[in-house]
């Protein structure tokens, strides 16, 4: 019984970050009549703070726009309102789809429909490259658009948090429940540890490119268990970070650390130099 709780409670937590779950549209994230035109409206909420104005221009100081990518079962403003109003403050451009029925369905199509909207945002700033910042499997999923999918030569910088770069046990490839919980949520068996989907991810380079990867875990996270499954293989473009080496009493868990201030900070850290996060970097922790 407490085995059958456990993975209810993480499937819950997969797919109900968000108040209202709507059927996908065709082409998410697409465009009414133009490339410059406004996403098809899939999150209940709207827009993040500061996100999605396709006026937006890059400037010489914070040329490279900002992609944030939710995590299974959000839209493109749930959890992400910090993270959008903190980057825009900072003076990036920044964007965010909705994609794959709210991530539910498989990473392979969310990962292409990542692409697109990348191939929109460039088109309607003129920048070269853009970078991503995502949660859960926002973290993850485009991993699969560089590696597989050409994102590489135009990504900058790669921001985790909490990724499930190695999945998670609570869906593992031995989880019983698997044949049933795919049948509402692919993406949910495919972020299990073990899974072929992750195995073919993390074949090889889990770095590809000249992309910069920054990973931001949390040690009380209880969806990505365990949380270090967050971390990618060391390299000179690669940063894992722990929350809580930095900040002790920071209680953020898998849900609120993209509302953490450490988080925000990294974040930033990450996008206003060449390079991921640096590993001796001192966030904000209040």
Known sequence: MRRVLAVLLTVVALVAVSPVARPAVAAEGGARGGSNALPLPTSPLGDPPGANDWSCRPTAQRPTPVVLVHGTGGDRRTLLERLSWGIKRAGFCVFSLDYGNRGLGRIEDSAAQLKAYVERVRAATGAAKVSLVGHSQGGM??????????????????????????????????????????????????????????????????????????????????????????????????????????????????????????????????????????????????
């Open 141 to 286: 999923m485009p991993r699969y658009y560089l590696k597989f999918l050409g994102g590489a030569a135009v990504v900058d910088d790669l921001v985790g948090v909490a990724p499930s770069n190695h999945g998670t046990v609570l869906t593992g490839a031995q989880n019983p429940f698997n044949d049933l919980i795919e049948l509402g949520c692919p993406a949910c068996v495919q972020q299990g540890a073990g899974s072929a989907f992750l195995q073919r991810l993390n074949a090889g380079d889990e770095t590809p490119g000249e992309v910069s990867y920054t990973q931001i875990t949390t040690r009380y996270d209880e969806v990505v268990v365990p949380h270090t499954s967050g971390y990618l293989a060391a390299g000179p473009r690669t940063t894992n970070i722990t929350l809580q080496d930095r900040c002790p009493f920071e209680l953020a868990e898998h849900l609120t650390i993209p509302l953490a201030t450490p988080t925000l900070s990294i974040t930033l850290d990450a996008l206003t130099h060449d390079g991921p996060a640096r590993p001796d970097v001192r966030p904000r922790c209040l």
